[in-house]
């Protein structure tokens, strides 16, 4: 299994982005997703997935009402519509997959099996 992700980039607060994560090597409908973010200094957070085992996308509090996590089974593709951007949310966005994580383990970044390189969102203010 393969990810890369794409489409980060500098913007301005209250200015939108849309990353991309194209997968390849497995069977796409069996995987859950999910995207994480590491800022500077800081941990890697849960931003947003969708648990193949339920149809259920999943967002972390702080980016809720902002970003929507969107799937595209025919392209291979998961996406991440990020709108409002605030300079908090600067950080290096990671996708991740795995086939067998359970739906109450989908935040947490340990249980992904496959990860993506990571582009790099900045807010300017």
């Known amino acids: 299994v393969q990810l890369q992700a794409s489409g980060g980039g500098l913007v301005q607060v209250g200015g939108s982005l849309r990353l991309t994560c194209e997968y390849s090597g497995g069977t796409f409908n069996r995987y859950t997703f999910g995207w994480f973010r590491q800022a500077p200094g800081k941990e890697r957070e849960f931003v947003a997935a969708?648990?193949?085992?339920?149809?259920?996308?999943y967002y972390a509090e702080s980016v809720k009402g902002r970003f929507t996590m969107s799937r595209d089974s025919r392209k291979n593709t998961v996406s991440l519509q990020m709108t409002s951007l605030m300079p908090e949310d600067t950080a290096v966005y990671y996708c991740?997959?795995?086939?067998?994580?359970?739906?109450?383990?989908?935040?947490?970044?340990?249980?992904?099996?496959?990860w993506g390189q990571g582009t790099l969102v900045t807010v300017s203010s």
């Open positions: 991740a997959a795995d086939s067998s994580i359970i739906v109450g383990l989908v935040r947490s970044a340990d249980q992904y099996d496959y």
């Open positions: 969708f648990s193949r085992n339920n149809g259920h996308t």
